[in-house]
């Protein structure tokens, strides 16, 4: 009994396997185009028979569908144009579908301006300045910074002002460096120690004296 049954089964599947394969298959084709200026229309919404099968149009404005049953008619919609309903009779190849342009008016919209936020802004901040002076307040703090730059020439060891501020040891020192230094530095250190001396000096004279 269970052998009879499952040979059954395997004969069903067989037979709806057959006659599903012999299902026949409807085509159509053809290319859809501008009614005046004839240029191809890419990208044409088609509707098979009112049903949710369908397709659009390639960049050239050509198709071809395919469909379970006969096809019948065509619903063809793209912005722009008017929608159309295209019948099909016999041939189903190789159609040519054109579609007409239409207008299409937007009622007028008044555009008016509104209140700018800034002028809001700008408006309670004049309000309140006496309100948000500092000067008027009873107490307020803030951060102060103080910068003091000093500039000096690059060769000062050459200039006379500072040359005489140096005593006979600072200058002794200043010699024994140059004479301690490799020739290919000696210019250069010389000018900057001796610099650095001589604005150490002038800063004790006014800071310390």
Same mark, same amino acid.
């Given at each position: 009994?269970?052998?009879?049954?499952?040979?059954? !089964? %395997?004969? #069903? *599947?067989?037979?709806?396997?057959? =006659? @599903?394969?012999?299902? $026949?298959?409807?085509?159509?084709?053809?290319?859809?185009?501008?009614?005046?200026?004839?240029?191809?229309?890419?990208?044409?919404?088609?509707?098979?028979?009112?049903?949710?099968?369908?397709?659009?149009?390639?960049?050239?404005?050509?198709?071809?569908?395919?469909?379970?049953?006969?096809?019948?008619?065509?619903?063809?919609? !793209? %912005?722009? #144009? *008017?929608?159309?309903?295209?019948? =099909? @009779?016999?041939?189903? $190849?190789?159609?040519?579908?054109?579609?007409?342009?239409?207008?299409?008016?937007?009622?007028?919209?008044?555009?008016?301006?509104?209140?700018?936020?800034?002028?809001?802004?700008?408006?309670?901040?004049?309000?309140?300045?006496?309100?948000?002076?500092?000067?008027?307040?009873?107490?307020?703090?803030?951060?102060?910074?103080?910068?003091?730059?000093?500039?000096?020439?690059?060769?000062?060891?050459?200039?006379?002002?500072?040359?005489?501020?140096?005593?006979?040891?600072?200058?002794?020192?200043?010699?024994?460096?140059?004479?301690?230094?490799?020739?290919?530095?000696?210019?250069?250190?010389?000018?900057?120690?001796?610099?650095?001396?001589?604005?150490?000096?002038?800063?004790?004279?006014?800071?310390?004296?």
């Amino acid at each position: 009994m269970i052998r009879a049954t499952r040979n059954f !089964y %395997v004969l #069903y *599947l067989i037979l709806a396997s057959l =006659v @599903g394969s012999g299902q $026949e298959i409807y085509y159509v084709s053809g290319k859809v185009t501008d009614s005046k200026t004839k240029e191809p229309l890419a990208f044409v919404n088609i509707v098979i028979n009112n049903s949710q099968y369908g397709g659009t149009t390639d960049i050239d404005g050509k198709f071809r569908l395919r469909s379970s049953k006969p096809v019948q008619k065509l619903q063809l919609s !793209y %912005v722009g #144009y *008017l929608p159309v309903s295209y019948p =099909v @009779g016999n041939k189903t $190849e190789n159609l040519s579908i054109q579609l007409t342009r239409t207008q299409i008016e937007l009622s007028e919209v008044d555009i008016l301006p509104g209140i700018n936020p800034a002028h809001r802004i700008i408006r309670n901040a004049i309000e309140h300045r006496d309100q948000n002076d500092p000067e008027k307040l009873s107490s307020f703090s803030y951060t102060s910074y103080d910068k003091t730059i000093f500039t000096a020439e690059s060769d000062t060891s050459l200039n006379k002002e500072f040359r005489d501020t140096l005593t006979m040891n600072d200058r002794q020192q200043i010699l024994t460096l140059a004479a301690n230094t490799p020739d290919t530095l000696k210019k250069d250190s010389v000018k900057f120690d001796s610099m650095d001396i001589a604005i150490k000096k002038i800063l004790n004279r006014q800071y310390c004296s």
